[in-house]
């Protein structure tokens, strides 16, 4: 197969395909060229790493690994029949997750399927379907990463990030690589907020969703590789926030600085609060 000279995240576009019920798949031979392998034993080493993951995480690997036959060109127009794997897009990720990691295409392909992956499973969520309005994702969503921010911080700590002021340098670094360069400050006055104002409170789903991604990647990252110390922590972030920030600009999506600025979700909540009274 020849790609075409793009982006990593553009060749995953590239090669998904669909089933004949509508639902995505990568085929794994397509998936073996796209990390640059050139031995196929190797890379089904890292096939069975992952199946082994999906195990451990309490999926039917069955059902994200699928076997199929197709047919394969051998040279001067002969076929032979071989087995593939239909793969899901969980599946693609524990892959690029357990794949070489100095590999460029891996370690964006580690981004761009966790990425997908946690839109996916946002998209699944039975409560976050039943959301009609952007006031109620904004809530569901700031939940999601109040949340997800705790485990980011526990996560810091553990990589040497201790004192208050260390954690907001840490934080900071987050900012810079998914806003192009913007830190908190910047961001501040980019949104024509108050010094007094959280970020985090006047933004909208999508800008929400974009940090929760940040918060979360950086998160696994740090655990999964055991960073130590605070400079090693502030780049993980740093380069979790830029990848995810090349995602958005991949997947045709609007820049974070360039989200417009919307009202405090405090006063979201206030209302909310009001409705639920009124109703008992």
């Not at 990425?115 to 039943?130: L, S």
């Amino acid at each position: 197969m020849k790609f075409m000279t793009k982006t990593p995240s553009s060749i995953f576009e590239q090669i998904k395909k669909m089933d004949e019920f509508g639902v995505e798949f990568w085929n794994s031979r397509d998936m073996f060229k796209a990390l640059d392998y050139t031995d196929l034993r190797n890379f089904m080493l890292v096939v069975n790493k992952a199946q082994e993951s999906c195990r451990n995480s309490g999926q039917l690997v069955e059902h994200h690994f699928v076997e199929f036959n197709e047919m394969i060109e051998i040279g001067k127009g002969a076929k032979r029949e071989v087995v593939s794997l239909k793969l899901s897009r969980y599946a693609c990720y524990l892959i690029v997750q357990n794949a070489d990691p100095s590999k460029e295409v891996v370690a964006l392909g580690q981004t761009y399927f966790a990425v997908q992956t946690r839109i996916a499973e946002i998209k699944q969520m039975e409560d976050y379907n039943r959301l009609t309005t952007e006031e109620a994702k904004r809530l569901f969503l700031r939940e999601e990463l109040a949340q997800h921010n705790t485990q980011l911080a526990d996560a810091a700590k553990g990589a040497g990030v201790i004192e208050s002021r260390d954690f907001a340098i840490f934080q900071n670094h987050g900012y810079q690589g998914l806003y192009g360069g913007l830190g908190a400050k910047e961001i501040h006055e980019r949104k024509c907020l108050k010094k007094s104002q959280k970020i985090l409170d006047h933004m909208g789903s999508t800008e929400l969703a974009a940090n929760l991604f940040r918060a979360t990647q950086t998160e696994e990252k740090l655990r999964r590789e055991e960073i130590k110390g605070k400079a090693k922590a502030n780049r993980t972030h740093y380069e979790v926030g830029v990848k995810v920030r090349q995602t958005i600009k991949e997947l045709g999506g609007t820049m974070p600085e360039n989200l417009p600025t919307v009202e405090n979700i405090a006063k979201i909540e206030t209302k909310r609060r009001k409705q639920l009274k009124g109703n008992n």
